[in-house]
């Protein structure tokens, strides 16, 4: 079984390679806005390092979401795209989810997790997890977007929060944060989101509930965009 992992949900294109639930290859890149460019040549890159060729490949995870509109859409079109003439198993990731396993994974953690992506207005999106030394990982709550007072009620600190800015220089959303929770902040930290997916596959390889055709997947903003949210104030 080969697993592709793909993570375009935020400024950083990740992506891994996994064979029989073993890494082969990771490949990363911390280019902002620049996925479309580039997220064709990252997989050629990680398949060839892993010897693997795209034939080969027998499922696909990519993140779905929350996250960045474009980001999201870009690596959702690359998985139909990668799938149209071979059809694939694919299990859509929640990118929150993505990231508390990434940063679990990176500082074998055992602790409840909190992930946040900063969601602009002031607000976040956000869900709970706890992992088992950052190769299990299990949902607390389920992804919402909020005032990031609502967060800051749930925390205690012994938790992990790692956040997301997003790539918004300005960002002060988490300040608040500070004294909450033992801080990881995503923008400094080298999370390998694109094996944290791959790791994601595997461990639910038995849930065929999970696993969809491509042609399904849709993204999970859990909010409109800026437009769209215009749009309807000034109507």
């Not at 294109?13 to 029989?20: A, G, M, Q």
């Not at 064709?40 to 990519?62: P, R, Y």
């Not at 997790?113 to 389920?142: C, M, N, V």
Request: proline content about 3%.
């Amino acid at each position: 079984m080969t697993v592709l992992g793909i993570d375009t949900s935020s400024t950083d294109l990740s992506i891994s390679l996994s064979v029989d639930d073993s890494p082969v290859s990771t490949v990363c890149r911390y280019v902002r806005n620049s996925h479309a460019e580039h997220i064709t040549q990252a997989v050629k890159l990680s398949l060839e390092l892993g010897g693997v060729d795209v034939a080969d490949v027998t499922h696909i995870a990519v993140s779905a979401g929350p996250g960045s509109f474009t980001g999201l859409r870009i690596g959702l079109s690359f998985v139909k795209g990668l799938c149209m003439m071979t059809e694939r198993r694919v299990i859509p990731l929640s990118s929150l989810m993505v990231l508390a396993h990434a940063a679990g994974a990176a500082h074998h953690s055992n602790k409840k997790i909190y992930a946040a992506l900063d969601a602009r207005q002031g607000r976040i999106h956000w869900g709970s997890f706890i992992t088992d030394d950052g190769a299990k990982i299990r949902r607390l709550s389920e992804d919402r977007l909020s005032s990031p007072e609502e967060l800051t009620g749930e925390l205690s600190p012994d938790d992990i929060l790692v956040t997301d800015t997003m790539g918004y220089q300005r960002s002060a959303v988490f300040d608040q944060f500070a004294d909450k929770a033992q801080i990881i902040n995503a923008e400094k930290s080298s999370l390998q989101r694109g094996l944290s997916c791959t790791s994601l596959a595997f461990n639910n390889i038995n849930n065929d509930h999970l696993w969809q055709s491509a042609q399904y997947i849709v993204p999970s903003y859990l909010q409109a965009s800026a437009a769209e949210e215009k749009m309807a104030v000034s109507q």
